[in-house]
């Protein structure tokens, strides 16, 4: 099968679509979660994480501790449930 140099730029257009979209819901997502809980205060994580387990946010709880601390999905997950 030959592919025109069209239909790479086609596909290459698509894909860079693809990684806009991502990059898009990712920037999203950290802007959600470090305005998740504006009542604790900004250096007690632990505060933070309970403020949004308590309105059941927990999703944002686990993505908040990622971002703050650098853990991974799974050990932040271990981090949230703990509190």
Do not use: W, Y
Not at 15 to 28: N, Q, R, T
Not at 36 to 45: H, Q, Y
Request: proline share 2%; aromatic share 4%.
């Amino acid at each position: 099968m030959n592919v025109g140099i069209i239909e790479l730029l086609i596909i290459a257009g698509f894909l860079l679509g693809i990684a806009a979209v991502i990059a898009v819901i990712v920037f999203v997502a950290v802007k959600v979660a470090r305005r998740a809980a504006p009542n604790a205060p900004r250096g007690d994580l632990a505060a933070r994480v309970r403020q949004l387990k308590a309105s059941g946010r927990t999703e944002q709880a686990i993505h908040l501790v990622c971002g703050e601390t650098g853990m991974d999905q799974m050990a932040a997950t271990r981090f949230v449930e703990s509190i």
